[in-house]
């Protein structure tokens, strides 16, 4: 029995996310969409913000959305992911590549990973390329500019999104 754990923020979970989970389900016997608590206080770009959705509410989306899938689980972590994939008793850290800077980015964490957890593996797969450009930072963005979000997150995130951003006002 495989097991993969696909970690990540999914503040919120967009289309580019779930086309990573459904090759995901399809490779492993398992797979662990892992949400992160919060976010380190520093990150690749400066300090982290925080997110916009709280740890139950992005739970909560994704488990709706992946309802379907019967091999996927959604579950939450704090810590070091590595960690967490020990804790999951398997050696598999799935990630989704979208471009050229992605890459930058997910090299430096994997070797990283790899110094702290050699067993454990990090596997890319890349998206759609029609959800190639898609990230969550760039849909509250455009969000809070009033877009319409139908072709980057499924309906429900898209009214979720509306709904938090009117109560941030
Ligand atoms: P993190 O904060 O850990 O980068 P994200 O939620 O932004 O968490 O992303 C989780 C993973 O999903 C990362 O590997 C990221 O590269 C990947 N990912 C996000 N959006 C896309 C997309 N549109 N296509 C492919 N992979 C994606």
Not at 8 to 18: E, K, S
Not at 25 to 43: T, W
Not at 116 to 123: D, H, L, M, Q, R
Not at 124 to 144: C, G, H, N, P, T
């Amino acid at each position: 029995m495989r097991t993969a754990v696909y970690p990540g923020t999914f503040d919120p979970i967009t289309y580019g996310h779930l086309d990573v989970i459904g090759r995901g389900s399809k490779i492993f016997d398992e797979l662990v969409v892992a949400v992160a608590e919060s976010l380190p206080p520093i990150g690749p770009k400066g300090p982290a913000k925080e997110t916009l959705f709280t740890v139950e509410e992005r739970l909560e989306m994704i488990k709706e959305l992946t309802g379907e899938f019967e091999n996927v689980r959604v579950e939450h972590f704090s810590g070091l992911v590595v960690d967490y994939v020990r804790k999951k008793k398997t050696n598999v850290l799935l990630r989704g590549i979208r471009t050229v800077s992605d890459f930058e980015y997910e090299f430096q964490m994997a070797l990283t990973n790899r110094t702290f957890a050699p067993e454990v593996e990090t596997v890319f797969v890349m998206a759609s390329q029609d959800y190639s450009f898609l990230s969550s930072r760039l849909i509250k963005e455009a969000a809070s500019l009033g877009a319409n979000l139908s072709s980057f997150v499924p309906p429900e995130v898209e009214r979720r999104l509306k709904e938090k951003l009117k109560w941030l006002g």
